[in-house]
């Protein structure tokens, strides 16, 4: 075949090329994934120019089947003639020294819709150098001004930039999309009578007004400021009210014990749990792939199967998993469209945007009702939770809260149990639901937690 349909280094062009001429050297299907990224970063640190980068990056990939379900993976970042020759033979090669797999096969449906999913903002691309200082700027005079404590703003970051996808396959499949992003984050140090507590915030979206960086530096200092001097308290039970950040990163967690993958290897709890109750009833835990502007949204996944919103726990009761293609058929279920590729890797299974049904109480009328409590801004140590067992034991800041009043900074203290404790613990679910990144939490109250202090 002539390599002159190259020459323009279309996605598509190449796409067309690499799947022929590997289907030619004995592969039975392929696909191919091409990216491309814009990023721009600027940050100061106590007012001064730290970081300011701009770039751009692209690579393909080529997976490559046979038939008895082997695969091989190659990827390139120059895509001049004889680069794209060695990817269908790196691939083709790679394939070749595989272990069969009688799962793997190709989406051959239809190509998902391209309805508007709010994905891209043109404005965020018109963003100069200029503006990134002025914004880096901003957000160190209001750190400076919003508390006499701040001695220094260690970090005032933003970045931006976008992300083209194009995934073409042998079954015909031809499909691509382009997302947007930006992102801010400030972080800094107070200093109170000899303590010192260093903390932050960030925040990202998909377009520019959702972003209100404003807002990103107020809140790293506010957060910053309500843990430190922080101390312990007694041992003993307490109501521990999750703020929607740390209850982000138990979702984040949970997230992980959902997957297929996941429990066909048996490194979940909820392995043998589906159709049974694991939490409390105002537990509902949703995987959704088409919400609009999400950062994990996408009209389709790595597979070129449509994403789409699943319900992952309904009311405390484990309902359902999340599939890519291979393990949709060892469990003989349909994908979910949760699968995740990088140009170098074989199709797995991830999380898109997953986040908890918020409930219908606001934050202030839920510390109203707390008697004695700790109202948790910080986990530490999340690393430690055992999948299998759900046992953990996680370090803990935030605020001493007595008859429905926040009093005093908590930290030094620590809280051991099981995940499934925890969940069915649950009393109460915040209506103040707020995503970081792609995975959003809620004000949650959990009774009578034990915990370890002074």
Same mark, same amino acid.
């Given at each position: 075949m002539s390599l002159k349909v190259v020459s323009s280094k279309a996605p598509q062009d190449m796409s067309e090329y690499v799947i022929s001429s590997a289907l030619k050297s004995g592969a039975s299907f392929a696909d191919f994934v091409y990216v491309d990224r814009n990023s721009k970063r600027m940050s100061l640190s106590n007012g001064k120019p730290e970081k300011n980068i701009s770039g751009h990056s692209s690579g393909a990939g080529l997976r490559t089947i046979d038939h008895k379900g082997r695969q091989g993976v190659a990827y390139v970042n120059s895509f001049e003639d004889q680069d794209l020759r060695d990817l269908v033979e790196w691939s083709i090669n790679n394939c070749r020294a595989s272990e069969p797999d009688p799962y793997i096969f190709l989406y051959d449906g239809d190509i998902p819709s391209q309805e508007e999913l709010g994905l891209y903002d043109k404005n965020v691309e018109k963003l100069t150098p200029e503006d990134r200082l002025s914004i880096c700027s901003e957000m160190t005079e209001i750190a400076n001004e919003a508390d006499r404590r701040v001695i220094s703003v260690r970090s005032a970051s933003w970045a931006d930039g976008s992300i083209g996808v194009f995934y073409g396959t042998s079954k015909g499949f031809r499909s691509q999309y382009r997302t947007s992003y930006a992102s801010s984050s400030v972080a800094v140090v107070l200093e109170d009578n000899g303590k010192r507590e260093m903390g932050g915030f960030g925040d990202e979206s998909r377009n520019l007004e959702?972003?209100?960086?404003?807002?990103t530096s107020r809140l790293a200092v506010e957060r910053t400021a309500a843990v430190l001097g922080g101390a312990p308290v007694p041992t003993g039970k307490y109501d521990i009210v999750l703020d929607p950040e740390s209850t982000v990163d138990i979702i984040e967690i949970l997230g992980d014990l959902f997957l297929s993958s996941n429990i066909y290897k048996g490194r979940s709890l909820f392995r043998d749990k589906k159709?049974?109750? !694991?939490?409390?009833? &105002?537990?509902t835990i949703i995987d959704d792939g088409r919400k609009w502007g999400g950062m994990g949204t996408s009209p389709? +996944?790595? &597979? @070129?199967?449509?994403?789409?919103?699943? !319900?992952?726990?309904? #009311?405390?009761?484990?309902s359902s998993f999340l599939y890519n293609l291979k393990y949709a058929n060892i469990f003989g279920v349909k994908s979910t469209g949760n699968a995740s590729r990088g140009l170098s890797s074989l199709p797995d299974v991830d999380i898109t945007n997953l986040y908890i049904k918020p409930g219908n109480k606001k934050p202030s009328d839920i510390l109203s009702e707390i008697s004695r409590g700790i109202y948790v801004m910080e986990l /530490?140590?999340?690393?430690?939770? +055992?999948p299998v067992s759900g046992e953990f034991s996680l370090g803990i800041k935030g605020i001493l809260v007595e008859k429905g009043q926040m009093t005093r900074p908590v930290s030094g203290m620590t809280i051991a @149990? #099981? $995940? !499934?404790? $925890? /969940? +069915?613990s649950v009393e109460t679910v915040g209506n103040d639901l707020r995503f970081f990144g792609n995975i959003g939490g809620c004000t949650l109250v959990v009774k009578n937690v034990s915990t370890a202090g002074s």
């Open positions: 959702s972003l209100d960086h404003r807002a159709g049974l109750k !694991v939490g409390s009833p &105002e537990i389709f +996944d790595g &597979e @070129g199967y449509p994403s789409q919103k699943t !319900v992952l726990m309904e #009311n405390g009761v484990v /530490l140590g999340l690393h430690t939770i +055992d @149990g #099981n $995940i !499934v404790e $925890i /969940l +069915d």
